[in-house]
């Protein structure tokens, strides 16, 4: 069965403290990973797919890296605009076009 | 583009009610998701259609729970009779075999 597992639960920083959030997974053949945000009261907005491991992908504050058994979302420099909760999915090849979330990353930048 | 349309955004009913959400996919979207969210966790899906047919419904709880998508366009997801359980955020999703999901906004149910 695939999992994904996501840390930490929450994490507060100061608006330009930079830091990164894990997901770690287990999955029968990784078709791609891919990282949403998702602001209260709305549904998740799609950020980045990553396809195989070495690969990375970058938009404005946020990169996101992968290797075979984990991934990265580094932030960098963050701004309060960037609170939100991060998920991390995984979908697996064989067919259909599941996604496995993890719990989520809920991110509070302070000023 | 207009994107995934989810109608209502919010629901409260009493246990053993029946309810139905109401979804829209992005035109052209042949595949069609829906996902529970409860609080506090990631979103699992419950069903998926391509076009008319179901693809997987492996985690839908059939005995309470069904969905339909009509004409391959607008699904409905009903619940009947809802637990106490089922309060969660119900989520629409789209997709073409090339592309990323879209989510829509969610139907947050509550059921008391």
């Known amino acids: 069965e695939d999992q994904v597992t996501q840390s930490p639960e929450a994490l507060r920083l100061q608006e330009g403290e930079s830091s990164s959030l894990n997901c770690s997974y287990t999955v029968s053949g990784l078709r791609g990973l891919f990282w949403y945000r998702q602001d209260p009261g709305k549904g998740p907005e799609f950020l980045f797919t990553l396809y195989s491991a070495g690969e990375e992908k970058e938009k404005e504050r946020l990169k996101a890296t992968l290797t075979k058994k984990e991934s990265f979302l580094h932030i960098t420099a963050p701004k309060p605009e960037d609170s939100a909760t991060y998920l991390c999915?995984?979908?697996?090849?064989?067919?259909?076009?599941?996604?496995?979330f993890g719990t989520g990353t809920q991110l509070k930048v302070e000023l | 583009e207009a994107g995934v349309a989810q109608s209502p955004r919010y629901k409260i009913i009493e246990k053993r009610q029946s309810v139905a959400f109401w979804c829209n996919p992005i035109?052209?979207?042949?595949?069609l998701y829906w996902y529970q969210q409860i609080l506090g966790q990631g979103p699992k899906l419950l069903i998926q259609f391509q076009n008319n047919g179901v693809v997987d419904d492996s985690q839908l709880p059939k005995d309470r729970f069904s969905a339909e998508r009509l004409k391959g366009v607008d699904s409905t997801l009903k619940i009947q009779p809802a637990k106490l359980e089922d309060s969660a955020v119900y989520l629409c999703?789209?997709?073409?075999?090339?592309?990323?999901?879209?989510f829509g906004s969610g139907t947050r149910l509550t059921v008391v």
């Open positions: 035109s052209g979207h042949a595949t």
């Open positions: 999703a789209s997709s073409t075999e090339n592309y990323g999901y879209t």
């Open positions: 999915a995984v979908q697996a090849g064989g067919g259909g076009n599941k996604l496995t």
